[in-house]
């Protein structure tokens, strides 16, 4: 199975900070169509988990834009430009790329 | 708006069986694939499978392949998983969710006798 692994395990930031999130994977997620299938989603506390960035980078559209992904192959970054307090929460990368699909362990990113 | 609305938590006792549900709103369910995901207390994400609602064709992950079931009924745009022989480690969260996009609220589901 490929392996997810995410740094920092948490972040604790001040508003308006920038936070940055790592995941790397044990193999490339570059997939046979020539996409990356690399996710990232946000769960807040008590909730279940809200969509952020599909295929490394592309954001959906209610996400708002100071959030930002970027990477290739084994390595990806989630960037937030100025955290906001409702950005709290955990953030896992999920790969789709490869079967069975896997996710991050997560980065609890906590207000300060 | 897109809504995928899980059925309630569950308790039951080793060794039984669960069914839970998934019903989708707002899109046209055949055109998604609905995967399942189990999250253990204070843990990670782990990926169950899916289920191509249109033809019906399922991906399981290995270590889910004895214990998952995946199926849906199109009239009524349900996905359903049914969890079979329970032990103390599937007491856990359960999601669905619409291709990568939209998730369902979960469902708790307890094993304890």
């Known amino acids: ?112 | 708006q897109v809504k995928l609305l899980q059925s309630g938590a569950a308790l039951v006792k080793p060794g039984d069986s669960v069914k839970m549900s998934c019903k989708a709103s707002g899109y046209t369910f055949t055109d998604y694939i609905i995967h399942w995901v189990k999250q253990s207390h204070g843990k990670s994400l782990e990926w169950i499978g899916y289920i191509n609602p249109y033809s019906g064709g399922t991906n399981y992950n290995e270590k889910f392949k004895s214990k998952a079931t995946l199926t849906v009924d199109k009239s009524s745009s349900t996905a359903y998983m049914e969890f079979s022989r329970l032990t103390s480690e599937d007491s856990a969260i359960y999601y669905c969710a619409r291709a990568a996009q939209d998730w369902g609220q979960g469902v708790m589901v307890t094993v304890s006798s």
């Open chain 1, 1 to 112: 199975d490929v392996v997810m692994t995410q740094t920092p395990v948490s972040l604790s930031l001040a508003i308006g900070q920038p936070a940055s999130i790592s995941c790397k994977s044990s193999q490339s997620l570059l997939g046979t169509s020539g996409k990356t299938f690399l996710n990232w989603i946000l769960q807040r506390p008590g909730q279940s988990p809200k969509r952020l960035i599909y295929q490394v980078s592309k954001l959906y559209s209610e996400v708002p834009d100071r959030f930002s992904g970027s990477g290739s192959e084994t390595e990806f970054t989630l960037k937030i430009s100025r955290v906001e307090a409702e950005d709290l929460g955990v953030y896992y990368c999920w790969q789709g790329t490869h079967f069975p699909h896997t996710f991050g362990s997560g980065t609890k990113l906590e207000i300060k």
